[in-house]
């Protein structure tokens, strides 16, 4: 019996391993304006990452995210971290 139990405790928790893992991983945003588009997140929720996002096309940080930009032809990548937590969007000229 405690050995089916174990078993059973292990096929669990490796279920749920891959929707924890799936959760931590890169989401697409669906925030989109006019000239910013593609925005995603890693590690981080997508209301913090329109948030930063908002605050960033203001001039202004937020929560301790830093920005930088690489131009292109038609506009601009522009890469946020936190730690490990990053915003990433694209922004039309």
């Not at 989109?32 to 588009?37: D, H, I, W």
Request: with cysteine.
């Amino acid at each position: 019996m405690s050995k089916l139990l174990t078993t059973a405790s292990t096929v669990a928790v490796l279920a749920l391993a891959p929707a924890a893992a799936q959760s931590a991983g890169t989401r697409h945003c669906p925030y989109r304006t006019s000239n910013v588009g593609n925005v995603t997140a890693s590690k981080t929720t997508c209301a913090k990452a329109k948030k930063v996002v908002q605050a960033e096309m203001k001039g202004k940080h937020y929560g301790g995210f830093r920005c930088h930009s690489k131009a292109h032809t038609a506009g601009a990548t522009v890469t946020c971290r936190k730690g490990q937590a990053k915003v990433v969007w694209q922004i039309a000229d």
